[in-house]
C-alpha cells in the first residue's frame, strides 16, 4: 500500500538559515510520482515541484532545492536563505501511474516558522 | 483567469442538514476532484472526474455525493451532515491527471458540523 510520512511535524528556523524537510514515501508501483505542495496561512496550495520515478536528477530552483533518492525512498525539500515568506505547511504527496493515477496521497505536512 | 473558485468560504451546518459546495473553474480543465483536509492529517481525495458526465469514488467517498454536467462545475453534495464531516474541503482541477499535469487547488471551503 502507497503511504508519505513526514515525520518532521514542526521545524523552527531563524531566517537566512537553511532548513530541510524529509519526504520518506512508500510504494509497490515501479512507476510513480512524487509532488510537493506549500500551503500558506492563507490557506491555498500551491504546487512547488513534480517528480517521476525515473528521474534521480536532483533540482535547483531559486533558493528551493529536492533531493530525491530511490535507494532510500526519500523526497527531500531544501530551502536555502530561509524567508519570513516560507513560513508555511509543506506537504509532500505520492501519486502511482499503475494503480492511482488519479489520486495523490499526501503525508501529514511539516509545519515551517521562519522566525526573523 | 479566476482559477478554481469554491463557495461558501465558510459554513456552519447542523447534523442532518444538506448542502452542497460549490466549485468552478475557468481554465477547460478535464479533470476536477475534491479533497478533505483535517487536522493532523494529508489532504484525501473524496471524488474525481475526469470529464464531464464521469465520476469516481475516491479514498474517503462515503457521506458525499458529486455530479460533472459541465467541464466547469463540480458540485459536492452532503446529503445529511455529520459532526465527523467538519473539515476543510479542496477542490482542484488539472488538464489531465495529477500525475500528467500540474493541480490547481482552489482557497478552501471550512465546513463545521455541530
Known amino acids: 500500500a502507497q503511504k508519505v510520512t513526514q515525520a518532521q511535524t514542526e521545524i523552527s528556523v531563524v531566517e537566512k538559515e537553511d532548513v530541510t524537510l524529509d519526504c520518506v514515501y512508500e510504494?509497490?508501483?515501479?512507476?510513480?510520482?512524487l509532488f510537493w505542495y506549500k500551503q500558506p496561512p492563507s490557506g491555498e496550495l500551491v504546487f512547488l515541484i513534480r517528480r517521476n520515478s525515473f528521474d534521480e536528477q536532483n533540482e535547483i530552483s531559486g533558493r528551493y532545492s529536492w533531493n530525491f533518492q530511490k535507494s532510500t525512498s526519500s523526497f527531500n525539500f531544501t530551502i536555502t536563505a530561509s524567508q519570513v515568506v516560507d513560513s508555511a505547511v509543506y506537504f509532500c504527496a505520492l501519486s502511482e501511474a499503475e494503480t492511482g493515477a488519479n489520486n495523490l496521497f499526501f503525508g501529514t505536512g511539516t509545519r515551517l516558522t521562519v522566525i526573523p | 483567469n479566476a482559477g478554481v473558485t469554491q463557495t461558501p468560504k465558510f459554513q456552519v451546518l447542523k447534523t442532518g442538514q444538506s448542502m452542497t459546495l460549490q466549485c468552478a473553474q475557468d481554465?477547460?480543465?478535464?479533470?476536477m476532484s475534491w479533497y478533505r483536509q483535517d487536522p493532523g492529517m494529508g489532504l484525501r481525495l473524496i471524488h474525481y472526474s475526469v470529464g464531464a458526465g464521469i465520476t469516481d469514488q475516491g479514498e474517503v467517498p462515503n457521506g458525499y455525493n458529486v455530479s460533472r454536467s459541465t467541464t466547469e462545475d463540480f458540485p459536492l453534495r452532503l446529503l445529511s451532515a455529520a459532526p465527523s464531516q467538519t473539515s476543510v474541503y479542496f477542490c482542484a482541477s488539472s488538464q489531465n491527471t495529477p500525475i500528467e499535469e500540474t493541480q490547481y487547488f482552489g482557497p478552501g471551503t471550512r465546513l463545521l458540523v455541530l
Open positions: 481554465m477547460n480543465h478535464e479533470y
Open positions: 510504494t509497490r508501483d515501479t512507476t510513480y510520482y
